[in-house]
């Protein structure tokens, strides 16, 4: 089981930009792969970004590609997420997730964080 703990949510204007944290503990970092979600009201959570466990992979769908950076600090037990020029849709709440493998994509995700709210100010 992993423990996750995201942190540097909160209020931006358009146009900004904010940096999330995810703290792992657990399990080894370096053996699983790592996502970030997003999650609006009365909308399906979906992926923003993944990084496989070496950090040699990353995923980013179309709607944050050229915006949003994953990357991980394995020493640190640590995944972030960079996000500039931020949209008033990009508002949600973000998890992170542990991937069940070191891959990417990892088979799934078994353990994710209590998440941290984004809003983006128009």
């Known amino acids: 089981q992993v423990q996750l703990v995201e942190s540097g949510g909160g209020l931006v204007q358009a146009g900004g930009s904010l940096r999330l944290s995810c703290a792992a503990s657990?399990?080894?970092?370096?053996?699983?792969?790592m996502g970030w979600f997003r999650q609006a009201p009365g909308k399906e959570r979906d992926i923003v970004a993944g990084?496989?466990?070496?950090?040699?992979?990353?995923y980013y769908p179309h709607s944050v590609k050229g915006r949003f950076t994953i990357s991980r600090d394995n020493a640190k037990n640590t995944v972030y997420l960079q996000m500039n020029s931020l949209k008033p849709e990009d508002t949600a709440v973000y998890y992170c997730?542990?991937?069940?493998?070191?891959?990417?994509?990892?088979?799934?995700?078994?353990?994710w964080g209590q998440g941290t709210q984004v809003t983006v100010s128009s």
């Open positions: 990084i496989s466990r070496s950090g040699k992979i990353t």
């Open positions: 997730a542990a991937g069940d493998s070191g891959g990417w994509p990892p088979t799934g995700f078994g353990s």
């Open positions: 657990g399990r080894t970092f370096s053996s699983y792969a």
